[in-house]
């Protein structure tokens, strides 16, 4: 298994500002993904972060809004910028680990809320 | 693009009985993985069972099995003598980066 330490687990935040959301493992992991559960909703996936290179963001994700830094094997933040209410959600990290990484795990996930 | 369908927005069990979860996907791929999760109120996301789709034999974790119908792209999950523990939200996922249903609410009866 792997462990993941997210941060902040919970924040309330005024509209127009910034947070940073990050994401820590216990072990050096390849891929690491960032996800948005809006209320009473499933997961969508927001965009998947390797190592040295540019994250991949999903249709209707956009660098300048959800900007994603990996720099290291171990740690990947998300930002989520300029907020409003509508970024209201739960933002959850996974990576994959496993034999031939095939299992994913997830931190505990931040609850973001904007007023 | 692969899509993932849960049609069953809820659902009720009586405890110690049996309950199934319908999941259906879309996919061009021969060889992919298909997962259950669950997710109490804690919020955090519990891998359940995985299925791996070029084994044809369906996984099973204790009380949890899967039907997994290939060429009808079906995944249900079963959950036999369930435990008021059970209760959750079920989410059925395709991939390794993910594409989930909307979930499943069960209730487990006392």
């Known amino acids: 298994s792997a462990v993941i330490s997210q941060k902040p687990s919970r924040d309330i935040c005024q509209r127009g500002t910034s947070l940073t959301i990050q994401c820590q493992v216990d072990s050096q992991v390849t891929m690491m993904f960032w996800y948005r559960q809006q209320p009473g909703q499933s997961l969508t996936l927001i965009a998947t972060?390797?190592?040295?290179?540019?994250?991949?963001?999903e249709s209707g994700f956009v660098i300048d809004k959800f900007p994603i830094s990996r720099p290291n094997l171990t740690f990947s933040t998300l930002t989520v910028s300029n907020m409003s209410p509508e970024d209201s959600s739960i933002y959850l990290c996974?990576?994959?680990?496993?034999?031939?990484?095939?299992?994913?795990?997830f931190g505990q996930g931040t609850r973001l809320t904007v007023v | 693009a692969q899509t993932v369908t849960q049609s069953q927005p809820e659902m009720s069990v009586q405890e110690a009985e049996t309950v199934t979860l319908s999941c259906t996907y879309d996919?061009?791929?021969?060889?992919?993985?298909l997962f259950w999760y669950k997710q109490p109120p804690s919020r955090q996301m519990i891998l359940v069972i995985r299925?791996?789709?070029?084994?044809?034999q369906n996984a099973t974790e204790n009380r949890f099995s899967v039907n997994f119908q290939k060429a009808a792209k079906s995944f249900s999950l079963k959950i036999s003598d369930s435990q008021l523990g059970d209760a959750a939200m079920y989410f059925c996922?395709?991939?390794?980066?993910?594409?989930f249903g909307a979930g499943t609410r069960l209730t487990v009866k006392p």
């Open positions: 996919t061009s791929e021969s060889d992919y993985y």
């Open positions: 996922a395709y991939g390794l980066n993910m594409r």
């Open positions: 996974s990576v994959e680990r496993g034999e031939l990484n095939t299992e994913a795990f």
């Open positions: 972060a390797n190592q040295g290179s540019e994250a991949t963001y």
């Open positions: 299925q791996e789709a070029y084994k044809q």
